[in-house]
């Protein structure tokens, strides 16, 4: 991944100062979050499938944080790992689907999802 440089006002870095620590991130993460947010709004998708344990994010964070400011955003949580299905995190999403070569069970969710919120017929 390449890095590139940008110029962020005060007002963003005293925030991400402020907020980091309480959501146990670093700074950069911190930013990196609030983008990964702003994506969703800008975007504005139908759906959102999102894997729990994500390079640069907890899966489980950013799918609070999309609960708390997109509620009827339909979410599936995707994950190789079934020991999250019961976390009372997990239980925001819409489905949990377990990571498999095979994509049946993937994109049934995914059409259930879309009909759910009158998306799709």
């Known amino acids: ?9 005060e007002e963003i870095i ?3 100062i402020t907020y980091a620590p309480v959501n ?3 700074i950069p993460k911190q930013i990196e979050h609030w983008i990964k947010i702003g994506q969703i709004a800008e975007e504005n998708p ?5 894997d ?3 390079m640069e994010h907890n899966g489980l964070e950013l799918l609070q944080d999309i ?3 997109y509620y009827d955003l339909p979410v599936i949580l995707c994950s190789a790992y079934d020991t999250f299905k019961e976390d009372i995190k997990s ?4 489905d949990y689907v377990i990571k498999s070569f095979d994509l049946t069970e993937l994109k049934t969710k995914i059409k259930k999802s879309l009909q759910a919120a009158g998306v799709e017929k």
């Open 46 to 50: 139908d759906l959102v499938v999102l």
């Open 14 to 16: 005293e925030a991400a």
């Open 52 to 54: 729990i344990r994500m």
């Open 1 to 9: 991944m390449a890095a590139n440089a940008i110029r962020l006002s």
């Open 67 to 69: 609960r708390n400011r």
């Open 91 to 94: 239980m925001a999403a819409n």
């Open 24 to 26: 146990s991130r670093s």
